[in-house]
C-alpha cells in the first residue's frame, strides 16, 4: 500500500508518467470533480424542481397548498 502511494508520488516527480496514465489520472481527477459538483446540483435544486413542477400542473394550486403537509 505504501509502495504504491511512493510508485505515484515518483512518476509525478520523475516526469516518467505515460501519455495513457496522464489520460487516465485525468478522467479519474475530472470524474471525481463532475460527481461533486453534480451532488451540490441535485442537493440544492430537487426541492425547487418539485415545486416547479407541483405549481405547472393541473389543478393549480397556490404554493401554500404545496408546501403544507396536509
Known amino acids: 500500500m505504501a509502495?504504491?502511494?511512493?510508485?505515484?508520488?515518483?512518476?509525478l516527480v520523475d516526469g516518467s508518467e505515460s501519455?495513457?496514465?496522464r489520460t487516465a489520472r485525468q478522467a479519474r481527477e475530472w470524474s471525481t470533480w463532475a460527481m461533486?459538483?453534480?451532488?451540490?446540483?441535485?442537493h440544492y435544486g430537487f426541492?425547487?424542481?418539485v415545486i416547479?413542477?407541483?405549481?405547472?400542473s393541473e389543478p393549480?394550486?397556490?404554493?401554500?397548498?404545496?408546501?403544507?403537509?396536509?
Open 47 to 49: 426541492i425547487p424542481l
Open 36 to 42: 461533486k459538483k453534480a451532488k451540490v446540483v441535485a
Open 3 to 11: 509502495s504504491a502511494a511512493a510508485e505515484k508520488g515518483k512518476a
Open 52 to 56: 416547479l413542477i407541483g405549481m405547472n
Open 60 to 70: 393549480k394550486p397556490r404554493l401554500v397548498q404545496l408546501l403544507s403537509l396536509i
Open 19 to 21: 501519455a495513457a496514465e
